[in-house]
């Protein structure tokens, strides 16, 4: 299985201050028809998670422009330009190319 | 809107069954696959199983392979999941899921906490 590697585990953001995650794959996420299909979720304390950032950069929609999504291959990001006190939860990283599989997960909490 | 609505889980003995139920509402729930996902104690989440619009293709997890089985009623907008052979490591709050492809998991229910323990 391809294995998601999410970095860092944990991380304290002040509020207003941009944060970013990192997610690589242990092989490329690049489909035979092309597309990649890397996925982020966001889950707040008490609430299931919930979809951001799809096939790599495409925000959902009610999501803040404040997210977004990057990569390539086996190694994207997902960057938070000034963090809200909303914000805080688990994020995680899901690539659907081959038998899904979920990063480990980084706690985003405030300072 | 899309609603996902669990139901089933519980506390339940090692070697034990339950049987989750999701209800879905505000989409064709015929349409589309439909995936468990589980998130353990320790906070990660693990794809569990899925299956396809008419419920002629399955597929597993390993760890769950031959315990658990997936089924869908379209008549009913229903996904179900009969999970047998509970083990202490199935513990873990189940979602129920909408993928709109290749494990694109666009809508999520609220969980049902299933707990394996003596």
């Known amino acids: 299985d391809v294995v998601m590697t999410q970095s860092p585990l944990s991380l304290p953001v002040t509020l207003g201050q941009p944060a970013s995650i990192s997610c690589r794959s242990s092989?490329?996420?690049?489909?035979?028809?092309?597309?990649?299909?890397l996925y982020w979720f966001q889950k707040r304390p008490g609430q299931s998670p919930r979809r951001l950032i799809y096939r790599v950069s495409n925000r959902d929609s009610g999501v803040p422009d404040r997210f977004s999504g990057s990569g390539s291959g086996t190694d994207f990001t997902l960057k938070i330009s000034r963090v809200e006190a909303e914000d805080v939860g688990i994020y995680y990283c899901l690539q659907g190319t081959h038998w899904p599989t979920f990063g480990g997960g980084t706690k985003v909490e405030i300072k | 809107e899309v609603q996902l609505v669990e139901s089933g889980g519980g506390l339940v003995q090692p070697g034990g069954s339950l049987r989750l139920s999701c209800a879905a509402s505000?989409?064709?729930?015929?349409?589309?696959?439909m995936t468990w996902v589980r998130q353990t104690p320790g906070e990660g989440l693990e794809f569990v199983a899925n299956i396809n619009e008419d419920g002629s293709q399955k597929y597993y997890v390993d760890s769950v392979k031959g315990r658990f089985t997936i089924s869908r009623d379209n008549a009913k907008n229903s996904l179900y999941l009969q999970m047998d052979s509970l083990r202490v490591e199935d513990t873990a709050v189940y979602y129920c899921?909408?993928?709109?492809?290749?494990?694109?998991?666009?809508?999520w229910g609220q969980g049902t906490q299933v707990t394996v323990s003596s």
């Open positions: 092989q490329s996420l690049v489909h035979s028809n092309g597309n990649t299909y």
């Open positions: 899921v909408r993928d709109v492809g290749y494990q694109d998991y666009d809508a």
């Open positions: 505000g989409f064709t729930f015929r349409n589309f696959w």
